[in-house]
């Protein structure tokens, strides 16, 4: 069946610092790729996502490349700020694999610590 | 603008006890689905439904029930609550499959079962 793995955490960096989070995925179809951020206390927002080969989803800084060759969707931001600190999942749904948008596979979730 | 609302937001239940954690949507979506959230497990999909009276199980789905009779509820049963479903409940809307949307999370249910 389909997976998510991305890094584990927590993450911690200073105020203006480089981010990478590592998502790696299998899947038996062709499926398009979210990365989702959960504030402290709220639910899960879309941050970014991807739906084929090479496409580079982007938002708020942060962006990531849907790399068909190494099944990988990392998220990258070059400078992070506090406000940035949050759990981020990785996440993808596969409709030729009788999922669809609305069935998401979750990795286990980032958690993402910035320091001022 | 509302979107995803979820009630309540604490509850603690002893074991054995029945609830119903409730959720309603205003955006008039078709998909709706429910997830719990545990630690170092991410998001697991518990039910969904694709449309008012269409509900289908998920990868976790011993132990609850759903119904959809409308298009904006979409409640979640807990039979008998087992401490094991201790848990952040989440509950998401999706608009209809016209292409890849975004789905919209509550704020969540965090459930304590002693």
């Known amino acids: 069946g389909d997976s998510v793995t991305q890094m584990e955490g927590p993450v911690t960096l200073s105020e203006e610092a480089f981010l990478t989070i590592n998502c790696t995925y299998t899947?038996?179809?062709?499926?398009?790729l979210f990365w989702y951020v959960q504030y402290p206390g709220e639910g899960l927002q879309l941050l970014l996502k991807?739906?084929?080969?090479?496409d580079k989803g982007s938002n708020k800084g942060f962006e990531a490349t849907y790399r068909k060759e190494t099944t990988s969707f990392h998220l990258e931001k070059g400078s992070v700020q506090v406000s940035d600190s949050a759990v981020y999942f990785c996440?993808?749904?596969?409709?030729?694999?009788?999922?669809?948008?609305?069935?998401?596979?979750f990795g286990k979730g980032t958690l993402l610590t910035v320091n001022p | 603008n509302a979107g995803v609302t979820q009630t309540p937001k604490f509850q603690v239940l002893k074991t054995g006890q029945s609830m119903t954690l409730q959720c309603a949507q205003d955006?008039?979506?078709?998909?709706m689905s429910w997830y719990r959230q545990d630690p170092g497990m991410g998001l697991r999909l518990i039910h969904y439904?694709?449309?008012?009276?269409?509900?289908d199980q998920g990868e976790v789905p011993n132990g609850y029930n759903v119904s959809r009779s409308t298009t904006e509820d979409f409640p979640l049963r807990l039979l008998s609550a087992a401490p094991s479903q201790t848990s952040v409940y989440f509950c998401?809307?999706?608009?209809?499959?016209?292409?890849?949307?975004?789905?919209?999370f509550g704020q969540g249910t965090r459930l304590t079962v002693v």
């Open positions: 998401a809307s999706t608009q209809g499959n016209t292409g890849v949307t975004e789905a919209f």
């Open positions: 899947a038996t179809g062709y499926p398009s």
């Open positions: 991807a739906t084929k080969a090479d």
């Open positions: 996440a993808l749904s596969d409709p030729t694999s009788g999922g669809s948008n609305y069935k998401l596979t």
């Open positions: 955006m008039n979506h078709e998909y």
């Open positions: 439904s694709v449309g008012a009276g269409i509900t």
